[in-house]
């Protein structure tokens, strides 16, 4: 069975930064994409970035600039590098990894930015 595991969250001031971890287990496939979405209290998942198997990049207007997502050396591995964090970041983060029709999710990592 295919688990993804976060780390990296925690509580930052705003303007600092964090790095969000993930790894596969439990894979014997190189997921086409993998990437990152989160939720804040009382609103819908959304879409921070994505990453291709080829490293094509894809991010949501609101984090352009400010966070980077890479892939690791290791298989199924994928990193969110998150600079000059904001309040409007506050949400847990969500790994996500696809295989053509095949979807998972982690567990999440709370990600909290004070003011």
């Known amino acids: 069975q295919v688990q993804l595991v976060e780390s990296g969250g925690g509580l930052v001031q705003a303007g600092g930064s964090l790095r969000l971890s993930c790894a596969a287990s439990?894979?014997?496939?190189?997921?086409?994409?993998m990437g990152w979405y989160r939720q804040a209290p009382g609103k819908q998942r959304e879409l921070v970035a994505t990453?291709?198997?080829?490293?094509?990049?894809n991010y949501a207007d609101s984090v352009k600039g400010r966070f980077t997502i890479s892939r690791g050396n290791a298989q199924n591995t994928v990193y969110l590098q998150m600079n000059s964090l904001k309040p409007e970041d506050t949400a847990v983060y969500y790994c996500?990894?696809?295989?053509?029709?095949?979807?998972?999710w982690g567990q999440g990592t709370q990600v909290t930015v004070s003011s």
């Open positions: 996500n990894a696809r295989y053509i029709n095949y979807v998972t």
């Open positions: 990453i291709t198997r080829g490293e094509g990049t």
């Open positions: 439990g894979s014997i496939i190189s997921f086409n994409t």
